[in-house]
């Protein structure tokens, strides 16, 4: 089995930058493609970006508009999802998601809450 811990987010104000860390534990070996969700209440989750198991970022939400990177390290196993010019608009709870064996792991989420 894998599991998978978030941190890093917080209370932010609109333009400042927050970076999201995901690490995964068990057994990493087996995980592919990791990603990042976010969900608000009443809103369905939406994918904020996806990364491969080689460390090539593959899809960004319409969203992102260029504001978002996505980082991978193999070697501890974390995906780094680091956020700029934050808007009210990303408030969520943000979720990292792994591919392992057919099957997809998820993380407790992290909340970011972006203020005017």
């Known amino acids: 089995q894998v599991q998978l811990a978030e941190s890093g987010g917080g209370l932010v104000q609109a333009g400042e930058s927050l970076k999201l860390s995901c690490l995964a534990s068990?057994?990493?070996?087996?995980?592919?493609?990791m990603a990042w969700y976010r969900q608000t209440p009443g809103k369905e989750r939406e994918l904020v970006a996806r990364?491969?198991?080689?460390?090539?970022?593959?899809e960004f939400g319409d969203f992102v508009k260029g504001r978002f990177t996505l980082r991978r390290d193999n070697t501890q196993t974390t995906v780094d999802l680091q956020m700029n010019n934050l808007t009210p608009e990303d408030t969520a709870v943000y979720s990292c998601?792994?591919?392992?064996?057919?099957?997809?792991?998820w993380g407790q989420g992290t909340q970011v809450t972006v203020s005017t």
């Open positions: 998601s792994a591919q392992a064996q057919g099957l997809a792991y």
């Open positions: 068990g057994k990493t070996w087996t995980i592919g493609g």
């Open positions: 990364i491969t198991r080689g460390g090539v970022p593959r």
